[in-house]
């Protein structure tokens, strides 16, 4: 009994008043580096107000990660979005190079971690697209708003 138990130690072996040795000189060093408040900034991001025109809003762009087959339902096309927000049944752009290659592609369904939704801004993405086969699409293809 007791050939593997240890006595516990206390990891401060000094009270909690005394100053720990170096810290003091660490935090003069970090007080000096914060700027006064006159050297300070301050910008502040104001809601808009009621009627005031709304916010510009960013074309959607999503880079393709990996395309598999469904059948009878489509081509899914997994990814990032980058910029702007997609909504089902929208109409979207396939880029290769900088040039579209496909127009007019319809989005037939959303998923985002393993759920359905009707729409998706930034983060993993899976879209599946109507009347695209599986080889028209690559990795780093764009999807982009339709012009």
């Not at 290659?101 to 993993?124: F, L, M, Q």
């Amino acid at each position: 009994m007791g050939l593997f138990r240890r006595k516990r130690e206390p990891f401060l072996t000094a009270s909690p008043d005394a100053p720990v040795p170096g810290m003091s000189d660490l935090h003069e060093t970090a007080v000096a580096a914060v700027p006064a408040p006159s050297d300070v900034t301050v910008t502040s991001t104001v809601p808009p107000e009621p009627g005031a025109a709304p916010a510009p809003t960013v074309p959607f762009s999503f880079t393709i990660a990996d395309a598999f087959s469904i059948t009878g339902r489509g081509t899914v096309v997994t990814g990032t979005v980058d910029a702007g927000t997609v909504h089902r049944d929208d109409c979207v752009d396939l880029v290769r190079d900088g040039r579209p290659y496909r127009t007019g592609v319809g989005v037939a369904g959303i998923e985002t971690k393993r759920k359905r939704v009707d729409e998706a801004s930034g983060g993993t993405v899976g879209l599946l697209l109507k009347d695209v086969p599986r080889d028209a699409v690559e990795r780093g293809d764009v999807i982009r708003a339709a012009a």
